[in-house]
């Protein structure tokens, strides 16, 4: 499998790290929800299918990655830098 | 100041090897004496770090993935968002950097005990090279000047294209001898020189 880095290029996946389900979403540190809790640390979807998750370039630019893949066939969709996606996304200024 | 010892050791043999009947494919040597200088801008820092590394170095760089520039001993290259090698002969290299770099602009760490750099050089550079790494080394794919960061068996190595057939190797100076071993191996087959 081969992962395009928005900034080192094409590169083998053995110079990255997967870090997990990018859907999920953290409750509040201060929440008791333990429901909500057990969902973000153990429910997964494992969808048959395109998925968005978590890599970590960590043998190449060492920065963290938003990657759209599809489960089934592997195909990666789009590529993204982590804090980019997550800053659209929770409409920070950058 | 205390003289820097080579990591290589024993393991640097100056001399020809490998395959006599190939020519020198290609020519292996340690860069000695370099400061090596590495630059960490903010996020919003970029374009104000790389015209202070312009006026420390006179190496000015414009902010695109992966660009850098060579002038005899003197070198920079990007290889991570806002992250630099910078890299020079003159021992104040750091100094330098930090007169003109604020902690509001970068971080700055001196690197210069933590790396040992190879350079490898000649007609089937390219060749050797992609045995060890998984990246394209061709000029279209790797430009001159150009900077990259990648892995050998796991271990992390910055590279720099040189010229056409020139590439430095930033290795960790714990791992350089090893490493040196593995590309004297993998440079057997084409035959080389230590210089
Ligand atoms: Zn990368």
Redesign the pocket.
Known sequence: MIIK????GP?DVIEFTYQGDATRTRPEPGSADQEAWNRYVFDRTNPSGAHREFWL?GG????H?LVTRDMTTHAISSVAFARDAVKSATGERK | MAEIQSPLGKAYVPGDHGNAAGGVGVTIRERRNLSIIQVTAWSDTIPAVLTAIGSATGLVLQNKAGLGRVAGEKSVFGF?PGRYFIVGATPELELRLRSVIAPDLATIIDLTHGRTVIRVSGPRAEWVLSKLFAIDFSEHAFPIAYGR?TLHHDIHTNIQRIDDETFDLYVFRTFARSFWQTLGHAAEEVGYRVE
């Open positions: 880095c928005p900034y080192c590169r370039h190449g630019c060492r920065q990655l | 991570a960061a």
